[in-house]
């Protein structure tokens, strides 16, 4: 029997919840964690580029805790392998058979660092497991846990040694953001509040993964009206036409905006989404997947396109 449909109010205080939470030791930064928890709950991933020590993985770990669920982090050197991502089958030589050992990939929250760093060959074995929430190992293809959710970081500013993301790899994120750094208030309370240790050693669950899974089977039940998924698709037409613009965002693109979009309006505790929940979404969402020419810049051209395409008149939600 299928359990109840969670009531949209009741997905925004758990998700208000959530967001608490992790903003108890990420200062100052709602947004991101709004966009991480939109991410997880929309049942993507999410790609972080910032400068090292801006709380990247500290919001990994936060989100982790606050649902009770396992974490793990892969540290991404030209020298890790796709087994030391997804595992691999060792013999034993008691029983005569071959044991499959899981990797760090089989958690609830996994953060890829400096995900970069890795050759393209390692980077590939995370495609499988973020768009399929599975690996296949030896033939034999495992479940990953559910929930199931990456953060990936980069640096951007530094490209010694590293392995550019192909765009295939890049698509795969439905967001990407930046920490982007505290304020002189934001930082002394930072200081303040590490003065003793690492406060995110107290961090409790707030959450239940059945409760995660909840709500991501709630997101799935948001009402996008007609209206709203003609203007996802005058966004992207509007970019595609762009000559700034030489790769221009797919059709996975619209999907995972959409997708997005209905996690968003979960927040507000609506079931339906409003063209203001596409338009905050369209840059972190758009913007990663963009190649462009010359030194135009892929957040700059969606916002402009943002300002130009009309809003659609939107009187009810269903």
Known sequence: MASPALEP?????????????????????????????????????????????????????????????????????????????????VFNQ?????????????????????????????????????????????GET??????????????PVEFQGTYPLPESQLDRFLVAASMGPPTSDEAAEILASRQHGDPIADLEAVLGLAEV???????????????????????LDAIRLRPEVALPASMRAGLYLQRASQALALFAGRDFVLPDDVKSLAVPVMAHRLGMRGRAAAADVVAEVLATVPLPPIRHHA
């Not at 999410?46 to 993985?57: N, S």
């Not at 495992?142 to 640096?155: C, D, E, K, W």
């Not at 899974?213 to 698709?233: F, H, N, P």
């Open 9 to 89: 109010a009741r997905a925004a205080r758990l998700l208000n919840r959530l967001e608490d939470n992790v903003a108890r030791v990420i200062v100052g930064k709602r947004d991101t964690v709004r966009l991480a928890a939109a991410g997880f709950v929309a049942g993507g991933h999410v790609l972080l580029q910032d400068l090292p020590g801006t709380g990247k993985t500290m919001l990994a770990r936060a989100l982790a805790s606050s649902v009770g669920g396992t974490f793990k982090r892969i540290q991404c050197t030209p020298d890790l392998l796709p087994a030391d991502i997804t595992g691999a089958s």
């Open 94 to 138: 008691k029983e005569s058979t071959f044991d499959f050992l899981p990797g760090p990939v089989f958690a609830n929250v996994v953060l890829a660092d400096e995900v970069n760093r890795a050759t393209p060959r390692t980077q590939s074995a995370l495609l499988e497991a973020m768009a399929e929430a599975q690996v296949t190992v030896d």
């Open 142 to 155: 495992r479940p990953l846990p559910r929930p199931f959710f990456v953060i990936a970081t980069q640096n």
């Open 213 to 235: 899974v909840e709500l991501q089977e709630a997101c799935l039940k948001v009402v996008v009206a007609a209206a709203i998924r003609s203007y996802i698709v005058s966004l």
